[in-house]
């Protein structure tokens, strides 16, 4: 039964912080629920922008590059130029499947829980500075943003994703 249970009520996420929990919850249950839709997800409506939203590729690729951003931030770092490219680069089409995008994006997220593992508590309210602006805002405030903001665009993406797989006639 702890299967089906959303990932929250299954209980605290090993080594991660008390106060850190729900962000781990709302990570893991973010690549549960991408996962599950986009196991065969058609590699022609990828890039396919129905209502001129953002595309399922738009979407896998920004959440994978924000978690990795927003916890770059927590650690009280710069982004990288490698970083600084893939955010310029999000939204354009690639030769990568779905599946490899939901792959990079499963994969930021086992580097953010892993950074969670290792924030000690109380950290929680240290100042952090955002973007080159250094907009003030504090590690659990990037922390819980980076957790709301993925929630947000997975619920974007399964839209789309169920949209673009609905308007398919049978045999296409």
């Known amino acids: 039964m702890a299967d089906t249970l959303e990932v929250w009520l299954r209980g605290p996420v090993p080594a991660i912080p008390a106060l850190f929990q729900p962000v781990a919850h709302a990570l893991l249950q973010a690549r549960e629920e991408a996962t599950s839709l986009l196991a065969d997800f058609p590699a022609d409506l990828l890039w396919e922008r129905p209502a001129d939203v953002a595309s399922v590729g738009f979407h896998l690729q920004h959440l994978a590059g924000v978690l990795s951003r927003l916890f770059t931030y927590a650690r009280a770092e710069a982004l990288t130029p490698k970083q ?76 789309t994703a169920r949209v673009l797989q609905a308007s398919r006639t049978p045999g296409q």
């Open 84 to 159: 600084l490219q893939a955010l310029r680069a999000e939204g354009q089409p690639t030769s990568a499947t779905a599946t490899e995008l939901l792959g990079q994006f499963s994969e930021q997220v086992d580097k953010a829980l892993e950074q969670l593992r290792h924030t000690p508590e109380h950290t929680a309210t240290e100042p952090r500075g955002v973007g080159r602006a250094q907009v003030p805002s504090t590690v659990l405030g990037l922390l819980f943003h980076a957790a709301e903001h993925t929630q947000r665009h997975v619920g974007q993406l399964l839209v």
